[in-house]
């Protein structure tokens, strides 16, 4: 894999971040019933941070979770013997309450799918809502995102590349070509 393209620097990853927490806020007309959770792996630290700029905006601090969708993948067989657990913690109900789901990167939309299924073994929430760092298109299911950072159209022999502390050294977001 190779980059192609710089889409969004450190800063410009924090004004969509700082962007999409005030439309959660507008939306809902305000935070008292929601509570974020991030797909596990990258949706953590964005879910997080997005904690963190409604806490500035509404001097409140909303509760954030943690979703693993392993088993709930529809190419589960398909993937490693093994499947690598990071583990689900939503340490507060969601029953009647408004849940952000928060993913870097909304694609087929099986993702979603799959941490629909997670999330509603949890709970029976009164709305879900999708936050998306970056929508690249080529929808398989019939899902949309209600927040998004940045909508980057792509090819299907291109792939977006979300890097984020902690996982990553610099926070940033590039178009990567794949080499066959």
Known sequence: M???AKIMDAQGMERALSRIA???????KGVSDV???GVQRRGIPLARRLAENIE???????PVGVLDITFYRDDLSAMNEHPVLNGTDIPFGITERTVVLVDDVLFTGRTVRAALDALMDSGRP???QLAVLVDRGHRELPIRADFVGKNVPT???????????????????????LEE
């Open 22 to 28: 005030h439309e959660i806020i507008e939306k809902n």
């Open 56 to 62: 500035k905006a509404e001097g409140v601090k909303i």
């Open 126 to 128: 009164r709305s879900i």
């Open 35 to 37: 509570v974020l959770i």
């Open 2 to 4: 190779k980059e192609k």
């Open 155 to 177: 090819s299907r022999s291109e792939m977006i590349a979300v890097r984020i502390a902690p996982f990553d050294t610099s926070d940033e977001v590039a178009l990567m070509e």
